[in-house]
C-alpha cells in the first residue's frame, strides 16, 4: 500500500515536471524566434543599405529617404518631379506594401482576429507558433496543414506574377518602414479613384520612384490586383477595415 501511495506521488510529481519544462521550452521557442527574427531584418537591412551605396555615383553621399529634393531627381526620365508629388508616391507605395502583407496574412490566417505581431517573412515560424499549444507542445497536425496548404498555394500564385518568397516579404517590410502608409486616405479623399486605378499606380510608380527599385514595386503591385480580383474587394482597402486587423 505504501508503494503504491509512494509511486502515485512520484508520478504526479513527474507530471507537473513536465508540463513545468514543457511550458519553459515553449517560452524558450519563442525567445528564440524573436531573436532570429530581428538578427535576420538586421542582414536585410544592412543588405539595403549596401545596395544603395552601390548604385550611388562616386563623389555623392549616399540618398537620404527623407531628402525630398533627392527623390525628385528622376533616374528614368532625367526630370525633376515635384518633391510633393514623390512624397505622395512614396506614401501610396508603402500603402501598397502594406495591404499585400495584410491580405496575405488574412488569406493564411484566417482564424485569427488580429495580426499583431505576424509578419509575412516568418510566416513558416508562425504556422508552427500557433498550432503549438504553448502549455503541453502538443501539435494541432489538421489546422497546420490547412496553413500549410494556403501559404503554398498563395506563394504559387504570387510566384506566376514574379513575387519571391525568399525577397519581396523582407522588401515590403522595408517599403513599408522607409515610406510609411497613406495616414490621409479615407473614403471623401478625391484620389481615391486614382489609388484603386493599378495604371493609375504603374504610371506614377514608374515616374516618381528610383529606376532601382520600380519592378518589384511594379510586382507587389500586380500582386495586390491579384487579391482585388479574387476577394472582390477595393485595391487599397479603408483604413477601418485594413488597419483594423494590424
Known amino acids: 500500500m505504501e508503494n503504491t501511495k509512494r509511486y502515485s506521488c512520484d508520478e504526479e510529481a513527474f507530471n507537473m515536471e513536465s508540463s513545468r519544462l514543457l511550458a519553459e521550452n515553449a517560452q524558450l521557442r519563442k525567445m528564440m524566434g ?12 544592412k543588405d539595403h543599405e549596401r545596395k544603395a551605396q552601390i548604385i550611388t555615383p562616386p563623389g555623392q553621399h549616399k540618398k537620404d529617404h527623407n531628402d525630398l529634393k533627392e527623390e ?3 533616374v528614368n526620365s532625367g526630370t525633376q518631379i515635384e518633391p510633393e508629388k514623390v512624397k505622395k508616391c512614396q506614401r501610396i507605395v508603402g500603402e501598397i506594401a502594406f495591404q499585400l502583407d495584410r491580405r ?4 493564411i490566417f484566417l482564424e485569427q482576429q488580429r495580426l499583431y505581431g505576424y509578419r ?20 494541432d497536425e489538421k489546422l497546420r496543414s490547412e496553413l500549410y496548404q ?11 506574377l514574379g513575387y519571391n518568397p525568399a525577397v519581396h516579404p523582407h522588401f515590403t517590410e522595408y517599403m513599408v518602414n522607409t515610406y510609411g502608409i497613406a495616414k490621409d486616405r479615407n473614403a471623401r479623399t478625391k484620389d ?3 489609388y484603386n486605378d493599378p495604371q493609375y499606380l504603374n504610371k ?13 514595386i511594379i510586382i507587389i503591385l500586380n500582386c495586390l490586383v491579384y487579391f482585388a480580383r479574387e476577394d472582390g474587394k477595393s485595391l487599397l482597402i479603408s483604413p477601418s477595415s485594413s488597419h483594423s486587423s494590424v
Open 34 to 45: 524573436l531573436m532570429q527574427e530581428n538578427v535576420e531584418l538586421r542582414c536585410v537591412l
Open 72 to 74: 525628385a531627381k528622376m
Open 104 to 107: 496575405i496574412l488574412c488569406v
Open 120 to 139: 509575412v517573412p516568418y510566416i513558416k515560424e508562425k504556422i508552427i507558433e500557433v498550432t503549438t499549444s504553448p502549455t503541453t507542445g502538443k501539435v
Open 150 to 160: 494556403r501559404y503554398n498555394h498563395i506563394m504559387d500564385e504570387l510566384r506566376k
Open 192 to 194: 481615391l479613384s486614382s
Open 204 to 216: 506614377m510608380i514608374t515616374e516618381c520612384m528610383s529606376s532601382d527599385i520600380v519592378k518589384d
